[in-house]
């Protein structure tokens, strides 16, 4: 039997049509696009090419596309950029108890650093934020409110387009982390969310490390996090990572408008892995049944913690996750599941599984001849 890669929330592989298209941006045309002769020229040509594109997936205008090295520098370009450019209007800022870290930490940042106030709202069992909850916490001097689309840790699935409503009736910038839906979710344009800024990331949907894009709704200009030149309209200083752009794009023209993560394919899959999971003994799914990503699939272990439970799996050539992978290795217990109201042991012993387009049925039974196994002998760790 052959590995299993269960663990496509934190990564996807690079798709080989997609690896074609940046090739020759890897050889033949390798100009800095910010050169004025014919070389830096020709690069351009193709930097601004690959903004129309994107505008047209997005159905957006090209200067509402910011190019950024992945969903984390879209975040913190997103946060910090609105907070420095509004702070005269007011410091108060509202996420939920359940973002990326890319999210929370940015707020904390400015909370200790730079004189702003985080509200927190707090989630339902299931993970999901209450539109009443928000509209709660807004006040006068609330400059921006940060909800994901869908959690990378548990699938939920955010009522985002009724969030952003009640931050535009308000007239309060509303941002999403968009990282976990492309690829993954119904998507018509970008307006869908009724955000202002929404954060994507190439690598969740078979496009390249290191690309991804913030969308800025036209005439924001939140202030830049990186200086040094005037790139991507004065909005992220550096030089484009041409390739990375143009792999970024041709996966998101190829896997967005249908979502390469099939959810005809997927759910019957993760159904019945859930309901598998269900009936293991003091073993308890904290993603929900409903209203979340049809390829995602988390529970939490009794008497067992996330290093264990993953180390066993991937002796057995099982490939899972604790949750974020920007967290790997680390001991800290799930916010995410903390966020849930269990126990903090229990938050401790999260285990995700992220199904994509190569799972199969197989697969799903390979693993499920395993898992009691690997969590009999990770209790015993204990």
Same mark, same amino acid.
């Given at each position: 039997?052959?590995?299993?890669?269960?663990?496509?929330?934190?990564?996807?592989?690079?798709?080989? !049509?997609?690896?074609?298209?940046?090739?020759?941006?890897?050889?033949?045309?390798?100009?800095?696009?910010?050169?004025?002769?014919?070389?830096?020229?020709?690069?351009?040509?193709?930097?601004?090419?690959?903004?129309?594109?994107?505008?047209?997936?997005?159905?957006?205008?090209?200067?509402?596309?910011?190019?950024?090295?992945?969903?984390?520098?879209?975040?913190?370009?997103?946060?910090?950029?609105?907070?420095?450019?509004?702070?005269?209007?007011?410091?108060?800022?509202?996420?939920?108890?359940?973002?990326?870290?890319?999210?929370?930490?940015?707020?904390?940042?400015?909370?200790?650093?730079?004189?702003?106030?985080?509200?927190?709202?707090?989630?339902?069992?299931? $993970?999901?934020?209450?539109?009443?909850?928000?509209? #709660?916490?807004?006040?006068?001097?609330?400059?921006?409110?940060?909800?994901? #689309?869908?959690?990378?840790?548990?699938?939920?699935?955010?009522?985002?387009?009724?969030?952003?409503?009640?931050?535009?009736?308000?007239?309060?910038?509303?941002?999403?982390?968009?990282?976990?839906?492309?690829?993954?979710?119904?998507?018509?344009?970008?307006?869908?969310?009724?955000?202002?800024?929404?954060?994507?990331?190439?690598?969740?949907?078979?496009?390249?490390? $290191?690309?991804?894009?913030?969308?800025?709704?036209?005439?924001?200009?939140?202030?830049?996090?990186?200086? $040094?030149?005037?790139?991507?309209?004065?909005?992220?200083?550096?030089?484009?990572?041409?390739?990375?752009?143009?792999?970024?794009?041709?996966?998101?023209?190829?896997?967005?408008?249908?979502?390469?993560?099939?959810?005809?394919?997927?759910?019957?899959?993760?159904?019945?892995?859930?309901?598998?999971?269900?009936?293991?003994?003091?073993?308890?799914?904290?993603?929900?049944?409903?209203?979340?990503?049809?390829?995602?699939?988390?529970?939490?272990?009794?008497?067992?913690?996330?290093?264990?439970?993953?180390?066993?799996?991937?002796?057995?050539?099982?490939? !899972?996750?604790?949750?974020?992978?920007?967290?790997?290795?680390?001991?800290?217990?799930?916010?995410?599941?903390?966020?849930?109201?269990?126990?903090?042991?229990?938050?401790?012993?999260?285990?995700?599984?992220?199904?994509?387009?190569?799972?199969?049925?197989?697969?799903?039974?390979?693993?499920? $001849?395993?898992?009691?196994?690997?969590?009999?002998?990770?209790?015993?760790?204990?």
């Amino acid at each position: 039997m052959g590995t299993v890669y269960f663990d496509y929330n934190a990564t996807t592989p690079l798709d080989p !049509a997609v690896r074609d298209a940046m090739l020759p941006l890897l050889a033949e045309n390798w100009g800095n696009p910010s050169s004025v002769h014919q070389i830096g020229r020709k690069a351009r040509a193709v930097l601004d090419e690959a903004r129309d594109r994107t505008a047209t997936v997005l159905q957006c205008k090209p200067s509402e596309v910011v190019f950024t090295s992945g969903g984390t520098e879209s975040v913190n370009l997103a946060i910090f950029g609105v907070a420095r450019m509004l702070k005269a209007k007011g410091r108060h800022i509202v996420t939920s108890a359940v973002e990326h870290h890319a999210v929370l930490h940015a707020c904390d940042y400015l909370a200790k650093h730079e004189g702003f106030e985080v509200t927190q709202l707090p989630v339902d069992k299931e $993970g999901r934020v209450a539109a009443s909850s928000l509209a #709660a916490a807004i006040r006068p001097d609330t400059i921006l409110v940060s909800i994901m #689309a869908a959690n990378n840790e548990i699938g939920t699935i955010q009522p985002v387009a009724e969030l952003g409503k009640i931050c535009g009736e308000r007239g309060v910038l509303f941002h999403t982390d968009a990282v976990q839906w492309f690829g993954k979710q119904p998507f018509q344009n970008i307006d869908q969310f009724h955000a202002d800024l929404v954060s994507i990331c190439g690598h969740k949907f078979h496009g390249p490390k $290191g690309s991804g894009m913030l969308f800025i709704r036209s005439p924001l200009l939140p202030h830049p996090v990186s200086f $040094g030149g005037g790139h991507e309209n004065e909005r992220r200083a550096g030089t484009e990572n041409l390739a990375g752009i143009v792999g970024f794009v041709e996966a998101l023209e190829r896997f967005v408008r249908t979502p390469v993560f099939c959810q005809e394919k997927l759910s019957p899959l993760t159904e019945r892995l859930a309901n598998f999971i269900s009936e293991i003994e003091r073993v308890q799914l904290v993603s929900p049944p409903v209203e979340r990503l049809a390829n995602t699939v988390a529970f939490v272990v009794d008497g067992a913690d996330s290093i264990a439970l993953l180390a066993g799996l991937d002796l057995e050539g099982i490939c !899972a996750s604790s949750g974020s992978a920007c967290s790997a290795g680390s001991l800290e217990p799930s916010h995410v599941v903390r966020a849930l109201g269990l126990h903090h042991n229990l938050a401790n012993s999260l285990v995700r599984f992220s199904l994509g387009r190569q799972s199969s049925l197989e697969q799903v039974m390979q693993l499920e $001849g395993v898992l009691p196994q690997v969590i009999k002998r990770a209790r015993g760790c204990q």
